[in-house]
């Protein structure tokens, strides 16, 4: 009896060990990781005027594997030039897990900085949505002031799910390519010359006035046309540049032919001027126009090619001259070949209905506008559009949010 009763108790003992061990392998086993295979495929993409040229581009493995963007340039040195979101790359791969870090080392072309990082990436979420979107594909955004965006792709939709800042560094240039005969300048122009034409022309475009570089004395960028005119016997040249507006003494052959809006490449330089026989002037300093040439038509170069509306005018205004006049055409017709309105735009595009605009005086809080009213000069107009004009914008027309009041 004793026996029996020993042997029941050794046993509990037992029992109770092995309950012990139980819990204790279950407390203190490894977390599992979600270890589930895919198959995915990668690309980078970088936004219209944000170009970059990317360095490296890794998706890191839970194994420490890194994984190399694809097709970030189709050839050496090549800048992404990749639609935002859409990007160059591949749409598969051998199944392996999804990446849970991610580094980047890239150029930004427009801002000429470097930049990288390290991210941890939301893994967890990474997975649910990837098998959510029935995902084939990583896509990586690379953009300027260090931006980094991560959409997955799939046959069932697009959502970004990871957004990240890196930080801007100087690389060690002669650590990088220790043989190399190019500086750092030197290949960022190199590579900034591979982008589209027209992409290079509009960040040529958006560069102001302060930043641009005389090369022996001589200006030349991207500037838009907006008019010629003779001031005091010289004939005068007025350019944009992005927010800055340039006037220049020029030449009747330099403007031929060029309508507000286009685009012409233009090289100018200082130049210390004396009216014509005028010898009691005192020399001037005046930017002078050097040789224009046309890059791209504008719209209303366009419009007037397609054909104009015809136009009519009602003045009720005893303020304007017949400079005023001119100058209110000429506007009108950069504004219907410009407006975004969706009843200007189908009226001038679609239908090319005759216009009438009525030119009205018009004040806010004391200061003196125009107010141009433009409608379809039929029995029974569709619509009335008001637009406004002040001196301040001398080749614009506001629209009523654009007043400031």
Not at 148 to 159: F, M, S
Request: hydrophobic fraction near 40%; charge should be neutral.
């Amino acid at each position: 009896m004793q026996n029996s009763a020993k042997k029941i108790k050794i046993l509990g003992i037992a029992v109770a060990l092995v309950a012990v061990v139980a819990a204790l392998v279950y407390l203190f086993k490894p977390k599992a990781t979600h270890a589930e295979n895919f198959k995915w495929g990668t690309a980078v993409s970088d936004r219209y005027l944000e170009p970059v040229h990317v360095l490296a581009a890794n998706f890191i493995l839970p194994d420490g594997v890194s994984v190399g963007a694809s097709d970030f340039g189709a050839e050496i040195d090549m800048p992404v030039s990749g639609e935002w979101s859409v990007g160059n790359g591949s749409m598969g791969s051998d199944p392996c897990p999804l990446p849970e870090k991610l580094y980047v080392d890239w150029l930004s072309l427009s801002e000429r900085l470097w930049y990288k990082g390290v991210f941890k990436l939301p893994v967890e979420e990474i997975n649910t949505i990837y098998e959510q979107l029935k995902g084939k594909q990583l896509i990586l955004g690379l953009a300027a002031k260090g931006g980094v965006v991560l959409w997955i792709n799939g046959t069932a939709g697009k959502k970004q799910v990871a957004s990240f800042k890196a930080n801007a560094y100087q690389p060690n240039w002669e650590g990088m390519y220790p043989n190399g005969k190019e500086t750092e300048d030197e290949f960022i122009d190199r590579v900034y010359a591979k982008l589209d034409a027209g992409e290079r022309n509009e960040l040529d475009f958006r560069q102001s006035l302060n930043n641009q570089k005389p090369v022996n004395g001589i200006f030349t960028g991207i500037y838009e046309f907006i008019t010629a005119q003779e001031v005091d016997g010289q004939l005068m040249m007025i350019a944009r540049k992005y927010k800055d507006t340039l006037g220049l003494m020029t030449a009747p052959e330099l403007v031929s032919g060029l309508v507000q809006g286009d685009r012409i490449r233009l090289s100018w330089k200082s130049n210390i001027y004396t009216p014509s026989g005028d010898t009691s002037s005192t020399p001037k300093q005046h930017e002078l126009a050097i040789s224009t040439k046309l890059v791209k038509k504008g719209k209303l170069a366009k419009l007037m090619k397609k054909g104009m509306p015809k136009l009519t005018a009602s003045y009720h205004s005893e303020r304007l001259t017949e400079e005023g006049k001119d100058l209110f055409y000429r506007v009108l017709k950069y504004y219907l070949a410009n407006s975004t309105d969706l009843l200007i735009r189908n009226s001038v595009d679609k239908y090319h209905d005759p216009l009438v605009y009525e030119v009205n005086d018009f004040e806010i809080n004391g200061d003196s506008f125009y107010e141009i009213v433009i409608f379809p000069d039929l029995p029974k107009p569709q619509y009335m559009k008001k637009v406004y004009y002040h001196s301040r914008h001398l080749f614009n027309f506001l629209e009523l949010h654009e007043l400031n009041y």
